[in-house]
């Protein structure tokens, strides 16, 4: 019944901890951005003011965009730790009930 698939819970809390990282690298971003005071009004007026405007908002744009791109991540690894702890109940519970091949260890 083997068709070649198989969930390595230690991969998956591996890879959970990988995006843990990135994630935590994604989101702070914004905090470093906000620190130099970047995406806030430059304080211009006359002709540079639409141009000041238009980078601001996208930094702005930007930012948020990373802020989101972090909470995916750090969302899909909880998954990925999840699953892995998902299997590994799962093993054990398969392992009680075989008999002959005891409880999990």
């Known amino acids: 019944m083997n068709a070649g698939f198989s969930a390595d819970p230690h991969a ?3 890879g959970s901890s990988r995006l843990a990282q990135h994630a935590e690298q ?5 905090r470093q951005l906000a620190t130099l005071g970047l995406g806030e009004s430059w304080g211009a007026d006359g002709l540079i003011a639409p141009f000041a405007l238009a980078v601001a908002q996208c930094v702005q744009a930007g930012v948020r965009a990373l ?6 991540l750090d969302d899909t690894g ?3 730790g999840d699953t892995a702890a998902t299997l590994r109940d799962a093993d054990a519970t398969a392992r009680g009930a075989v008999p002959g091949h005891g409880a999990a260890t």
């Open 26 to 30: 994604y989101q702070a971003v914004p």
């Open 78 to 80: 909880r998954g990925l």
């Open 12 to 14: 998956l809390e591996a």
């Open 67 to 72: 802020s989101v791109h972090g909470a995916v």
